[in-house]
């Protein structure tokens, strides 16, 4: 585990935004889809975005799917390597398997398709079947997704119910997206999903578009004294998290609720915002839950050393900031942040380090999303030191 030093620091400057890992996952799918004619530019090789270019190869050549931390390339590819192969093995940490494939479950057991789980691995062996498929909306996206890439390589029509509550709608909304540029016909009205069956995908050659979710823990800084300016967004994306903005100023504004169902994994970095600012109650907060930490539980913990408390409920948390009789000592009290090896908790932790300065375990983290994120920041002035 490596750690670094962020030294009392105020950011400033110009930086382009990396590029949208969720786009990119799903144009390196389509194109792979579409035989490998097309060609996906700006690309930033984050450890989950490496884990669907292997596994996209291991398709290929029948292997072994090593899906690593990333549920995206899991849950993406699963349905995927049944309509091509007819199953396959996918391995990955045991974190990544706790979080679970429930809805795939009920669908292998509905359509007799033989599968093998285990704390690290799935072995699946069986053939999808075009139909109708009923998701629960609450649990992921993710599911949807899966579905929607291999739907269209089945010989006949198929149908998807989303059971309300839909959380993340952005992020189906993203996947037909890629799916219409890709040549696929593809139909939603309210919750129904209608897919065409017999389809080829003929993805045209392309660029990703810069990343709302990363640029939010980039532009917090602008709300901390510094001035930043992000380059390479899309203001027309269809990326939920470019919400942020709107956001980020309700926190600085006073305190307020704010509803996580669309935007789940701006969490950790509202979280902090609102800790160092004037509060805010958070809803629809459970998913947190079980990304690649419990990000209620440790983010509360980590913010907790700064002074600010929270108080969690079921699918609530009410962040109560930290008290201005605390913020005078911070400087000297030499705290230690725990990234709990979860990107998103790394980048929101170094931005609250900045005020005061803290030393910060398991920076290596950024890796799954944002591997460049501490050269960034030095650019726009943070004092960042490996130890």
């Given at each position: 585990?490596?750690?670094?030093?962020?030294?009392?620091?105020?950011?400033?400057?110009?930086?382009?935004?990396?590029?949208?890992?969720?786009?990119?996952?799903?144009?390196?799918?389509?194109?792979?889809?579409?035989?490998?004619?097309?060609?996906?530019?700006?690309?930033?090789?984050?450890?989950?975005?490496?884990?669907?270019?292997?596994?996209?190869?291991?398709?290929?050549?029948?292997?072994?799917?090593?899906?690593?931390?990333?549920?995206?390339?899991?849950?993406?590819?699963?349905?995927?390597?049944?309509?091509?192969?007819?199953?396959?093995?996918?391995?990955?940490?045991?974190?990544?398997?706790?979080?679970?494939?429930?809805?795939?479950?009920?669908?292998?057991?509905?359509?007799?398709?033989?599968?093998?789980?285990?704390?690290?691995?799935?072995?699946?062996?069986?053939?999808?079947?075009?139909?109708?498929?009923?998701?629960?909306?609450?649990?992921?996206?993710?599911?949807?997704?899966?579905?929607?890439?291999?739907?269209?390589?089945?010989?006949?029509?198929?149908?998807?119910?989303?059971?309300?509550?839909?959380?993340?709608?952005?992020?189906?909304?993203?996947?037909?997206?890629?799916?219409?540029?890709?040549?696929?016909?593809?139909?939603?009205?309210?919750?129904?999903?209608?897919?065409?069956?017999?389809?080829?995908?003929?993805?045209?050659?392309?660029?990703?578009?810069?990343?709302?979710?990363?640029?939010?823990?980039?532009?917090?800084?602008?709300?901390?004294?510094?001035?930043?300016?992000?380059?390479?967004?899309?203001?027309?994306?269809?990326?939920?998290?470019?919400?942020?903005?709107?956001?980020?100023?309700?926190?600085?504004?006073?305190?307020?609720?704010?509803?996580?169902?669309?935007?789940?994994?701006?969490?950790?970095?509202?979280?902090?915002?609102?800790?160092?600012?004037?509060?805010?109650?958070?809803?629809?907060?459970?998913?947190?839950?079980?990304?690649?930490?419990?990000?209620?539980?440790?983010?509360?913990?980590?913010?907790?050393?700064?002074?600010?408390?929270?108080?969690i409920g079921d699918n609530t948390v009410e962040i109560k900031p930290i008290p201005a009789s605390r913020r005078a000592t911070l400087a000297g009290e030499g705290i230690v942040f725990d990234s709990h090896n979860?990107?998103?908790?790394?980048?929101?932790?170094?931005?609250?380090?900045?005020?005061?300065?803290?030393?910060?375990?398991?920076?290596?983290?950024?890796?799954?999303?944002?591997?460049?994120?501490?050269?960034?920041?030095?650019?726009?002035?943070?004092?960042?030191?490996?130890?």
């Amino acid at each position: 585990m490596s750690v670094c030093h962020i030294a009392k620091s105020t950011a400033g400057g110009a930086v382009t935004v990396p590029p949208s890992k969720s786009y990119a996952h799903r144009l390196l799918i389509a194109a792979f889809l579409s035989g490998g004619k097309a060609t996906v530019s700006n690309v930033d090789l984050s450890n989950d975005i490496r884990a669907t270019i292997d596994c996209l190869k291991a398709i290929d050549d029948k292997g072994t799917l090593d899906c690593r931390e990333s549920g995206s390339t899991l849950r993406f590819l699963i349905p995927v390597a049944i309509a091509l192969n007819g199953g396959g093995r996918f391995t990955g940490t045991a974190k990544l398997f706790s979080r679970g494939i429930g809805e795939y479950e009920k669908i292998f057991k509905d359509q007799d398709i033989k599968y093998e789980l285990s704390e690290d691995s799935l072995t699946v062996d069986g053939r999808l079947s075009s139909g109708i498929f009923q998701i629960d909306g609450s649990t992921s996206s993710q599911y949807i997704t899966g579905l929607l890439f291999a739907l269209p390589l089945l010989d006949g029509d198929s149908e998807i119910w989303i059971t309300p509550p839909v959380q993340s709608r952005p992020y189906i909304d993203i996947t037909l997206d890629v799916l219409r540029k890709s040549g696929i016909k593809v139909r939603m009205e309210g919750n129904h999903i209608f897919i065409t069956g017999g389809q080829s995908y003929n993805l045209p050659d392309c660029s990703v578009e810069g990343d709302w979710s990363n640029a939010a823990f980039l532009d917090i800084y602008n709300y901390l004294g510094g001035d930043v300016s992000l380059q390479g967004l899309n203001p027309d994306s269809l990326q939920g998290d470019k919400i942020y903005r709107d956001l980020f100023r309700r926190l600085d504004a006073g305190w307020c609720e704010i509803d996580l169902g669309n935007c789940i994994d701006l969490g950790p970095v509202l979280f902090t915002l609102a800790a160092i600012k004037h509060g805010a109650r958070f809803i629809n907060t459970a998913r947190l839950r079980i990304k690649e930490s419990d990000r209620v539980a440790d983010i509360a913990g980590e913010l907790a050393k700064a002074g600010a408390t929270a108080v969690i409920g079921d699918n609530t948390v009410e962040i109560k900031p930290i008290p201005a009789s605390r913020r005078a000592t911070l400087a000297g009290e030499g705290i230690v942040f725990d990234s709990h090896n979860d990107h998103r908790l790394a980048m929101s932790l170094t931005a609250l380090a900045t005020l005061f300065g803290a030393r910060l375990e398991g920076c290596e983290s950024v890796a799954k999303s944002f591997p460049d994120f501490f050269e960034t920041i030095k650019q726009l002035g943070i004092e960042v030191k490996d130890e």
